[in-house]
């Protein structure tokens, strides 16, 4: 049996997780410990309450950070080759992030824009009907964007 006070930690763990990754971006190793010692929690537990929601994160996320639609229609038109030359042109799989840290690839269920399938977002914005050659001009053009932000 819970006691009230087990209770009270478990329900500030959540919001305290958003608030760290809405600061940090992610869930380090360190704000995981730290709210350990806060909430007199085992980390395990506060891994795997992390864990089972999609929105946290573990790892630091690229400044382009590319969802890739899995929907329906997106599969059906040809997400998966999609997949294919994302991880091939980025040399990363999907939920992972480029060493550089430019880029992070996610699946996500639907983006809600079928009609224009197979569709990506890039921190946001959408870029529809997609080949590979279109996509490998996307791809070079967020590429160049950077290179030339550090000039």
Known sequence: ??????????????PILQEVQEKEGFLSRESILK?????DLPTSKIYGV????????????GQYQIQLCRG??????GSAKILEILEGELGIKHGETTRDGKFSLEIVACIGACGLAPVISINGEFFAKLNPEKLRTII???RQKDQNNVK
């Open 1 to 14: 049996m819970k006691t009230s006070l087990e209770k009270k930690k478990r329900d500030k763990l959540i």
């Open 35 to 39: 709210i350990s010692k806060e909430l």
């Open 50 to 61: 992390a864990s089972f929601y999609n929105q946290f994160r573990f790892q630091p996320r």
């Open 72 to 77: 329906t229609a997106c599969h059906v038109l």
């Open 140 to 142: 070079n053009e967020f």
